[in-house]
């Protein structure tokens, strides 16, 4: 089955900078990449997701971009703010299995 | 429009009982899928159904199952529970199933069970 491999696994950062957050899989058939956000005692929350028909997707202050070839995806997050703060997860889904495999996410402190 | 629901939202029971979640999806979904959130294991697929139907499963053992009702509202059931099935369990919907267009999956707040 698919492998997602997620680093780092926490990241502080100061508030206004930027944030990477990178993640690879195994299963060359996964075609769909979304990314989760959640808060203490909240489920996932869906930020922003990517298809493997487009190398990168933007959305106000997060990014994703997609490296098929090298299978790997990053979350790119600008201007950081407290409400940041956050476990963030990514995941892929193959077409083999339509299964959604998750990385082990990763811990993000916004330093104010 | 309201959320995914889960209920109950915390859940204590004890070794060898049963317990039954449920989830009602957004409006209009017709997918829900099942996720155990373990800190050792991650956020780990149980199931999923669409049209009363299950249409995936993960690798986990028999004594977890579920359902869907018409009105796409689910339930998963653990049996004979041991003290490793404490975990987060979390229900996420989607207007198709996996692998179709519009398939974003939208998470409910989760139950926590503990099994002591």
């Known amino acids: 089955g698919e492998n997602v491999e997620q680093h780092p696994s926490t990241l502080s950062v100061q508030e206004g900078d930027s944030a990477v957050i990178k993640c690879t899989y195994s299963d060359s058939a996964s075609n769909y990449f979304p990314w989760y956000k959640q808060e203490l005692g909240k489920g996932p929350q869906l930020i922003i997701d990517?298809?493997?028909?487009?190398g990168e997707k933007k959305d106000q202050r997060i990014a994703v971009t997609l490296n098929k070839t090298a299978k790997h995806f990053s979350l790119h997050i600008t201007e950081t703010q407290p409400e940041d703060s956050a476990v963030y997860f990514c995941a892929a889904r193959s077409f083999n299995d339509y299964k959604l495999s998750f990385g082990a996410g990763t811990t993000v402190t916004v330093r104010a | 429009k309201a959320g995914v629901t889960q209920t109950p939202r915390y859940l204590i029971k004890t070794r060898g009982q049963q317990v039954t979640l449920s989830c009602s999806p957004i409006s209009g979904h017709r997918s829900v899928s099942w996720y155990q959130q373990t800190p050792g294991q991650g956020l780990q697929f149980l199931f999923e159904?669409?049209?009363?139907?299950?249409?995936n499963k993960g690798n986990f053992p028999g004594r977890f199952s579920g359902r869907q009702f018409s009105n796409s509202r689910s339930e998963m059931n653990v049996s004979t529970l041991e003290l490793g099935d404490s975990a987060l369990y979390l229900c996420?919907?989607?207007?198709?199933?996996?692998?179709?267009?519009?398939?974003?999956?939208?998470f409910g707040p989760g139950t926590r069970l503990t099994v002591l």
């Open positions: 159904y669409f049209s009363e139907t299950q249409r």
């Open positions: 996420a919907s989607s207007l198709t199933p996996s692998g179709g267009t519009n398939n974003e999956q939208f």
């Open positions: 990517i298809r493997s028909n487009v």
